[in-house]
């Protein structure tokens, strides 16, 4: 979404049997991102149903794990890697908020998580994107 000036590092040492998980989550998360924008929204609230809401400190290392792995997450495919962050965290358990959104002048699309509303691992500081699409976790009803 967003062109990224160069990849970002970790500093993260991720075992065989946990790199294999990750790869196969930024997979998914690669299919995932090649869909409609409402069809991305349908499967990970879909996903997030039932999910605790996720720390600060698991976000963090999940994404970590993330950007050790795959240099494409860890340079300008910020899609990708927020849904594999989040796919990773619902395997877990946890579901920290997944979201999209676009700043105007000038313009600029980009993807994160977030937890407790601050964006985790990003850069920017909260508002500088305007949230279009936001997926949280939800408890299951019924």
């Not at 924008?37 to 349908?42: A, D, T």
């Not at 039932?50 to 400190?57: I, L, M, N, R, V």
Request: aromatic share 8%; with cysteine; charged share 20%.
């Amino acid at each position: 979404m967003t062109t990224a000036l160069g990849l970002e590092r970790s500093e993260i040492a991720v075992g065989f049997p946990r790199m294999v998980t990750v790869r196969v989550a930024v997979a998914v998360a690669r299919f995932l991102a090649a869909c409609k924008p409402v069809q991305i929204e349908r499967t990970l609230g879909i996903l997030a149903r039932g999910a605790k809401p996720a720390s600060a400190q698991h976000a963090t290392r999940i994404r970590k794990e993330v950007v050790a792995v795959s240099s494409r997450c860890a340079g300008q495919y910020c899609l990708q890697r927020a849904i594999a962050v989040v796919l990773l965290s619902r395997i877990e358990g946890v579901w920290p908020d997944w979201c999209a959104g676009a700043r105007i002048d000038p313009f600029m699309a980009h993807s994160w998580i977030e937890v407790d509303g601050a964006p985790v691992g990003e850069v920017f500081t909260n508002g500088f994107y305007a949230k279009m699409i936001t997926v949280t976790a939800r408890k299951e009803q019924g």
